[in-house]
């Protein structure tokens, strides 16, 4: 069961309407730098600094522009996909998607309430998902699009153990790890049985090895 600040909690609680916006922070490989480097942007209007767990972090007004699909909510390990979309593509975030390596990077996104009177924020800015992301993919021409297609962490277990990793990955290190190099035999070497062969005792000049008349 998902928990709340106690001034999330009773705005919720009291069903008098919501105003609510959709926070996403994306951190991503600079392709020039390797260095990684953050971008956020909401469906407000106007830039806009929010907390996220006592940090401060501005994210960019997309407005309608910044298009979401509902969002599933589950308990268990199942790796749930999402997306998001910008249409138009706004020239500033068109730039900076193709300047990351957006592979894999992490996302998250956040849920931001205001008051239906004041628009002020109420409590804080609570996550709805978090995970990596899967891939983008543009669209040009008149309908103009960027598509981003979200992983949830489940993802993280579908990710190939160590103990599987190739002979040829360990020696991109430097060429001379061969810690693996019979990995791809493991599997298919015979088993040794001590002290004698699988079915029968070993036998040693035609009598059972070790055994005295």
């Known amino acids: 069961m998902r928990t709340y600040d106690t001034a999330t909690g009773d705005y919720l609680g009291a069903r008098e309407g919501i105003i609510s916006r959709t926070l996403v922070w994306i951190t991503a490989k600079n392709r020039s730098t390797g260095d990684p480097e953050t ?23 997309a407005g309608p522009l910044l298009e979401l699909e509902p969002m599933t909510f589950e308990i268990g390990l199942n790796v749930r996909m999402h997306s998001i979309s ?46 990596w992301i899967d891939e983008i993919d543009i669209e040009t021409g008149e309908s103009s699009r960027a598509t981003i297609t979200m992983a949830s962490n489940a993802l993280a277990l579908t990710r190939t153990l160590a103990i599987k990793k190739s002979d040829a990955s360990q020696q991109r290190r430097n060429g001379s790890d ?18 004698e062969i699988k079915g029968r005792p070993e036998t040693h000049r035609g009598r059972p090895h070790g055994r005295r008349r």
């Open 39 to 61: 971008m956020g942007l909401w469906n407000g209007e106007q830039d806009r600094d929010f907390s996220i767990g006592g940090e401060d972090r501005t994210y960019v007004g």
């Open 178 to 195: 061969r810690f693996r190099r019979y990995n791809d035999v493991s599997a298919v070497v015979p088993e040794v049985w001590w002290g």
């Open 86 to 131: 910008l249409s138009p593509i706004d020239e500033n975030v068109a730039q900076a998607i193709r300047a990351y390596d957006p592979r894999l990077a992490p996302i998250e996104m956040h849920r931001v309430l205001f008051d239906t009177e004041t628009r002020d924020v109420v409590g804080s800015p609570h996550r709805v998902f978090k995970g």
